[in-house]
Nanobody
């Protein structure tokens, strides 16, 4: 079992930046895929970015490439998402996820409670 707690969401104007954090606890002593999904109410959720805990290459959705950076601090069991040049269309609830196998899509096993990001124009 893995427990995920997000923080760092908030409101920002277009062009601004935010950094999301996700603290992981529980059975974190194995290789995992960790990542970020987002969802707008009434729409399907979408993957934003993902990375493996053994320092594999990162995956980014086309909509965030060049603006968002995912990173992992294994010593702190914490996942980050640095979001720059934010756009109103980035407004969503952001969820931290983890899965032993794959989390660049599908339905990862573990989810955080979510943190809201709102970008105003």
């Amino acid at each position: 079992q893995v427990y995920l707690v997000e923080s760092g969401g908030g409101s920002v104007q277009a062009g601004g930046s935010l950094r999301l954090s996700c603290a992981a606890s529980g059975s974190t002593d194995r290789r995992y895929c960790m990542g970020w999904f987002r969802q707008v109410f009434g729409k399907e959720r979408e993957v934003v970015a993902s990375i493996y805990t053994d320092a594999g290459s990162a995956y980014y959705a086309d909509s965030v490439k060049g603006r968002f950076t995912i990173s992992l601090d294994n010593a702190k069991n914490t996942l980050y998402l640095q979001m720059n040049s934010l756009k109103p269309e980035d407004t969503a609830m952001y969820y931290c996820v983890a899965d032993p196998m794959y989390c660049s899509g599908g339905n990862p096993n573990y989810w955080g409670q979510g943190t809201q990001v709102t970008v105003s124009s």
